[in-house]
């Protein structure tokens, strides 16, 4: 039984394939066309599944789209007369932009699939496909669920419970009551891209002073006790389809921030990404609270946009009273493909659930010849390493001080890189951060980088006592640990930590094993291989194109490492390996 998954209408547009419950590969079309964040019908992310399972879109049964066009479409209505003449934004955006994409889904279906043998389609709600899907993937029986994200096909957000196959809603948000929209409004004013950006907004939100503005942003928005979302929607704009802050907004809380990379931060962008994102937690922390009191669950799964807010998800598991919090690495929209998937299978088909999504390289993978191929293409000297000496070698550059890109395996599903697709450094150096910031992803000075430690090293450096594979839970480096590790520790002593576990990821886990035998220290800086703007690196090509525009100093694709110049490797490469190959034309 084969379901193909699809993420289109918002962003992140994604496909995946799960054969009998099992997830085979899943990929966001934003790797293969570049276009971060798209929101294109993902039909080369199709195309790069079906080639990965060795399927023919004839040997597909179900098609399952995270969106329901129809859903709450009452509601929209109602909104719409609401709004007067201010309904075109929201005319154009409902009507014309849904329903040309399902125009899109009727296209591709008919030039797919012969008449008789098309798939059957299954329209899985948006906050379902996010949150009861994620819950059909984690390790739990039953849990409590949440999703909060700016807005699905109308609703804000999913408050419930998951039962073994089976789920109930227990309450929801519609639009406008968003906590991601309002999130959104302290995004804008900070100068940064709204649905885009805001986790710049939570890496600012240590650099203010939530006092500043926590008074009113309080009376902004808030939990009421039945769970649901309170808005006052007089400081914003955005359920008008317009910007998202409001004239008040700018009144209460001063100028906003240019939205342009250079432009300075006031101490009132400070302070209101310091206010908002406080809010926020306090919002989520209670949320969590009542739905834990309701449903007497001991586990929690939280998914959408919001769940992306790594601090949140870090303060939930200290202070929610759950055990855990499952989030799973795709946890925006591009897991929705997943999801969706997954409530065809266990829900819908009624399958018993046997998967657990603790693996996030489900992605494009290369084999060596077809590395060497593009580095021999573009006639580049490297040096092939044996198995039992990649991790060393690397190690031996890490520790004299290099940036070095690492290309491994198969890709991560994600915004996080977490081990394959990664741009590696010492997080000893005081100066690394600036350093990478400034040379190698272009971006702003202010944004912290984060460590990757083996999993059963983590106590000794950071006061966290849960697993996090997927990057997505904010800790706190340990008091005498801070000043060992300064390019990962954030300003307020925090990190965004990923453990690493040598059964999912066992080459990463013995490079962190062979830096540790160097410098005492068994952390990374990991970032994401890619510049600001662009996607992760997909391919060897992609790589390659990343190395030689940023100030990354080494390159390890597959077994094969490089540098820039020629003799770059002298000193690391024992001579008795030979000279490098791929070298013609230098
Ligand atoms: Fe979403």
Not at 198 to 204: N, S, V
Not at 300 to 322: D, P, Q, T
Not at 351 to 361: G, K, M, N, S
Not at 379 to 408: C, M, N
Request: charged share 25%; proline share 6%; aromatic share 10%.
């Amino acid at each position: 039984m084969n379901i193909l998954g699809l993420n289109y209408i918002y962003h992140d547009s994604t496909a995946c394939l799960v054969e009998d419950g099992r997830l085979v590969v899943a990929l966001e079309e934003e790797r293969l066309t570049r276009q971060k964040h798209t929101r294109a019908f993902p039909e080369q992310a199709i195309s790069r599944c079906l080639e990965i399972a060795g399927l023919a879109p004839a040997e597909i049964d179900h098609v399952a789209i995270s969106y329901q066009p129809d859903l709450d479409r009452r509601k929209k209505i109602v909104y719409g007369l609401k709004l007067g003449r201010k309904v075109w934004p929201f005319i154009h955006y409902e009507v014309q932009h849904v329903l040309s994409e399902q125009r899109r889904l009727r296209d591709w279906v008919d030039a797919t699939f012969a008449s008789e043998g098309k798939p059957d389609l299954h329209f899985i709600p948006h906050h379902t496909s996010h949150v009861v899907g994620s819950f059909f993937v984690s390790p739990y029986e039953s849990a409590a669920l949440l999703s909060v994200d700016g807005s699905g096909e109308w609703a804000t957000s999913f408050k419930g419970v998951g039962r073994g196959s089976t789920f109930q809603c227990l309450a929801q948000d519609y639009f406008p009551m968003s906590l991601g929209a309002v999130y959104e409004a302290a995004t804008e004013f900070c100068g940064f891209r709204t649905n885009y950006d805001e986790g710049k907004t939570m890496g600012l939100a240590p650099l203010g002073n939530p006092d500043t503005f926590s008074e009113t942003v309080s009376k902004m928005f808030w939990v009421n006790e039945d769970m649901s979302v309170g808005v006052d929607l007089s400081y914003f704009n955005y359920q008008n389809y317009a910007r998202r802050c409001g004239e008040k907004f700018f009144e209460t809380f001063g100028s906003p921030r240019e939205q342009a990379k250079a432009a300075p931060f006031e101490q009132q962008h400070l302070d209101v990404a310091a206010a908002f994102q406080q809010r926020l937690e306090e919002c989520i922390l209670e949320i969590a609270r009542q739905l834990r009191e309701r449903t007497e669950e001991e586990y929690l799964v939280i998914a959408g946009g919001v769940a992306l807010n790594s601090v949140a998800n870090g303060r939930l598991v200290r202070e929610s009273g759950f055990k855990d919090v499952y989030v799973m690495p795709a946890a925006g929209d591009n897991g929705t493909a997943i999801g969706a998937a997954y409530c065809v299978w266990n829900n819908i088909l009624g399958q018993p659930r046997t998967f657990v999504h603790d693996d996030p390289f489900v992605g494009t993978g290369y084999e060596d010849s077809q590395i060497r191929k593009a580095l021999e293409e573009f006639k580049l000297p490297y040096h092939r390493v044996p198995d039992d000496r990649l991790e060393s070698l690397t190690a031996d550059l890490l520790h004299r001080g290099h940036i070095v890109g690492w290309f491994q395996g198969r890709m991560e599903i994600g915004p996080r890189a977490l081990g394959n697709r990664c741009i590696l450094a010492d997080p000893t150096l005081p100066d690394m951060k600036d350093k990478i910031n400034a040379q190698v992803k272009h971006r702003e000075a202010f944004r912290p980088f984060a460590p990757s430690c083996p999993i059963e090293d983590t106590p000794r450096f950071f006061e966290q006592n849960v697993a996090d594979p997927f990057m997505l839970k904010v800790c706190r480096v340990r008091p005498d640990k801070r000043a060992v590790i300064p390019a990962v520790t954030h300003v307020d002593g925090t990190a965004r930590l990923q453990t690493v576990h040598r059964e999912t990821n066992p080459r990463y886990h013995t490079l962190l094993k062979e830096f540790e035998r160097r410098s005492g220290v068994p952390v990374l800086l990991n970032t994401s291989f890619n510049v600001m703007g662009e996607p992760i690196v997909e391919s060897p090509l992609d790589a390659v194109r990343c190395f030689f525009t940023t100030g990354l100093d080494y390159l390890v694709l597959g077994n094969c490492i490089l540098g820039k110049r020629p003799g770059d490797l002298a000193g690391i490469i024992p001579a008795s390996d030979g000279p490098p190959q791929g070298s013609a034309g230098h």
